[in-house]
């Protein structure tokens, strides 16, 4: 029979016995600070499905519906601020509990929050990299661009999506484009869409960190998309101990030596008072 306080007690004695723990997080772990998931904790789509890479590289309107709405909603995650799990899973790192952290959130709150050595696996939303010549710039800087070019769609959204995302009912075939000033490429948020694959050296630097470490700590993710899942299944294929700490399902929990279904700031709260950190 599953006893919550029970297998908190049991993981964070696994933690305790066994530092440091690699840390993989995804969507589940924003969500307390303003930041929409893609799905629910039955790891269904509660939000339309987010931009594919071939349509934003070879499809002009993808692309002006994207900045347009990302006039709207992308404030909302450049304003973001960290929440109290990623500031217990910040003093985890501090205090050796953690080395890595792995995260496929793309917003940057585990630097906010303190944590040092991070892999942002998606890549980092508020950086913009052209597609032609490499060249990169703060995302800031052009989303001021777009909204002195586009006044008419600079306005506040009703709904906010996940990653800087906004709901728009307005159409967007008038939208201007901005181009890379050195060469004239598409410029476009450094993050990894859907349909494009994580860098080869960001995998290997990830398996490296697991091959470091003592065991896997998942936090706020399904697992649903492979990219993250591989690295439960590696941990697992290495014979060590795995531990999930999420609200709902995952693609990993046959594979987890210790699941945890709840709240994940409040279940990382009594981690931190197990392992006698301090506030």
């Not at 933690?15 to 307390?32: M, Q, V």
């Not at 985890?92 to 585990?110: A, C, R, S």
Request: proline share 5%; with cysteine; net charge positive.
């Amino acid at each position: 029979m599953y006893d919550h306080a029970s297998e908190i007690v049991k993981a964070a004695e696994l933690l305790r016995g066994n530092i440091p723990f690699t840390l993989l997080s995804g969507a589940g772990l924003s969500t307390d600070s303003g930041i929409p998931a893609y799905r629910n904790a039955q790891g269904k789509w509660v939000h339309s499905p987010p931009m594919q890479h071939h349509d934003f590289m070879n499809n002009d309107a993808a692309r002006k519906r994207y900045w347009a709405r990302s006039l709207g909603g992308w404030l909302n995650l450049y304003h973001a601020q960290p929440n109290r799990a990623h500031q217990v899973i910040a003093q985890f790192q501090q205090h050796g509990f953690i080395d890595t952290v792995i995260t496929q959130n793309v917003d940057g709150l585990h630097q906010k929050a303190g944590s040092s050595t991070v892999i942002n696996l998606h890549g980092y939303a508020n950086d913009i990299v052209c597609m032609t010549c490499g060249d990169r710039s703060p995302r800031f800087d052009l989303h001021q661009r777009y909204a002195e070019l586009n006044p008419r769609f600079n306005q506040s959204a009703s709904v906010i999506k996940p990653d800087g995302d906004a709901k728009l009912s307005a159409p967007t075939d008038e939208f201007k484009l901005i181009h890379c000033d050195h060469c004239g490429g598409i410029l476009k948020p450094d993050v990894v869409y859907f349909g494009d694959n994580v860098p080869k050296k960001r995998v290997e630097a990830c398996y490296q960190a697991i091959d470091d470490s003592q065991g896997l700590l998942i936090v706020g993710s399904s697992l649903k998309v492979f990219s993250g899942f591989r690295f439960a299944r590696y941990a697992y294929q290495q014979h060590k101990p795995v531990i999930i700490i999420t609200k709902g399902i995952t693609r990993a929990d046959d594979l987890a030596t210790i699941k945890i279904d709840g709240n994940i700031a409040e279940t990382l709260e009594q981690f931190r008072r197990l392992l006698r950190l301090p506030k």
